[in-house]
């Protein structure tokens, strides 16, 4: 089944409890964690993953665009993260490694995210104690952008080295998601998907959530 992952980036700040609760019928719900140095944008940090985690029972999936995420792993997970998600490209990969045991050490589900500049084979040193892999559909770092249509072939290469080595691992799309790009990406892999504009942009959110689902 597709797993739909709304993002708060597109939600409305001000009113971000009763934007929560407009997406309860989501699977997941996606925080982008920006620190204006792996990425041009900062966005929320740790105080606002536990007011997130107070007001909701969603499963927090927390994407962590930052540079050298060991540091904050164990805080985040105490601040109620279910799963967090490290970019490759943001340190060193005996760090990223430890930034794995600190998630298992947690108890947190792990996942590694990649760039669209990212080949799918660098997840293999990880894949056996992955939870998800995140393939980006637009360069990390702001939200609205176009869908990348190249990087299907990245999602169909990643669900390829899932399916060899671990099953069980899912496997999540972000950025530029919407009605039109969703079966594309389920075609090539992905059942986990994020979505920003075309779940809070929406009349009906709980209809939009359901038709990305297919």
């Keep these: 089944m597709v797993k739909i992952a709304p993002s708060i980036l597109s939600a409305d700040f ?66 109620g993260a279910d799963m967090l998600s490290v970019h490759l490209e943001a340190d060193h990969p005996t760090r990223i490694a430890q930034a794995f045991k600190i998630m298992e050490d947690c108890g947190v589900k792990k996942a590694v995210a990649l760039r669209p500049i990212t080949k799918a084979e660098a997840i293999l040193p990880y894949i056996q104690q992955l939870d998800m892999a995140l393939v980006m559909t637009v360069e990390p770092g702001f939200g609205g952008q176009s869908f990348m249509e190249s990087q299907l072939e990245t999602i169909r290469q990643v669900r390829a080295i899932i399916d060899q080595y671990n099953p069980a691992c899912d496997l999540e799309v972000d950025g530029g ?38």
């Design 14 to 79: 001000v009113n971000l409890e009763r934007d929560i609760k407009r997406v309860s019928s989501a699977d997941y719900l996606h925080v982008d964690v920006m620190d204006g140095a792996f990425v041009p944008n900062i966005t929320i940090g740790i105080p606002v993953v536990e007011s997130i985690r107070r007001c909701t029972n969603l499963f927090l999936d927390v994407h962590l665009m930052i540079d050298k995420p060991a540091r904050y792993v164990e805080a985040f997970a105490r601040a």
């Design 177 to 214: 998601i919407s009605p039109k790009t969703a079966p594309l990406v389920v075609e090539a892999g992905a059942n986990v998907l994020v979505a920003g504009s075309a779940v809070y942009g929406a009349d009906d959110i709980p209809a939009a959530i359901a038709a990305l689902r297919g």
